[in-house]
Structure formats: structure tokens, C-alpha cells
């Protein structure tokens, strides 16, 4: 993993796995869906906690009161739009990203396609 500045990560590649980051701070895990040039923003996807569904109050209602299993989207681009020149971001490089992978897969039961 390494640290970047806000330029540097705006030049990466689609699909870079990144975390905003403050000095000993993350933010939550996202991808990199592409930059914007004219405006030096950027897309992302985060993937953690996006819930799909056009109700989203209802869904998160129904699953705290009721146990109710919900639909996971990885699927929903959000603009940034903070324009913080001074954001840094920790980057996840091939080798991280291979090790998160691995990590996730012990989370499936036995028997499940990996």
C-alpha cells in the first residue's frame, strides 16, 4: 500500500482500490471509477455499506427490527466532489489487493465457489 496525493491518485487507472486518508486515519474502502479532468474531481464506488434498493430507510428499517437480509450493491458510482487539494490517499497496490481477496475468501462456509 502506499500514500498518494490528490494528483497523484487522479492519474491512476480505473478500478484502484483506495481508502481516503488522513494522518493515521482511513476512510471507507472504494474504487476508483475514473477522473473528471476539466474539473479535477473524481467517480468512486464505495464498497461497504451501499444498500440497493430505491427505499433504502425502509430496507435499513426492515433488517435492524426484523433481521431482514438486504441487497449489497457494488454497482452505485457516487461523484466525490470535495475538490480538497490537501487529501492524500493510501492505495492499495497489486499485492494488497491479492492478499484482501485471499482474507475475504476464508469468509465464505465450506463448500462455497471461491
Do not use: H
Not at 471509477?33 to 474539473?39: F, P, Y
Not at 427490527?65 to 487539494?85: I, V, W
Request: net charge negative.
Amino acid at each position: 500500500m502506499k500514500i498518494v496525493d490528490r494528483k497523484t491518485f487522479l492519474a491512476m487507472p480505473t478500478n484502484t482500490l483506495f481508502l481516503k486518508y488522513r494522518p493515521a486515519v482511513f476512510g471507507p474502502l472504494g474504487i476508483k471509477c475514473g477522473s473528471i479532468e476539466a474539473s479535477g474531481d473524481f467517480w468512486s464506488q464505495q464498497i461497504t455499506g451501499e444498500v440497493g434498493g430505491s427505499d433504502i430507510f425502509s430496507i435499513l428499517d426492515d433488517a435492524a427490527e426484523n433481521g431482514s437480509s438486504f441487497r449489497f450493491d457494488l454497482d452505485c458510482a457516487s461523484r466525490d466532489g470535495e475538490f480538497d487539494d490537501d487529501q492524500l490517499f493510501a492505495v492499495y497496490e497489486p499485492s494488497d489487493v491479492a492478499k484482501l481477496i485471499a482474507c475475504l475468501r476464508r469468509c465464505l462456509p465450506e463448500g462455497e465457489p471461491k
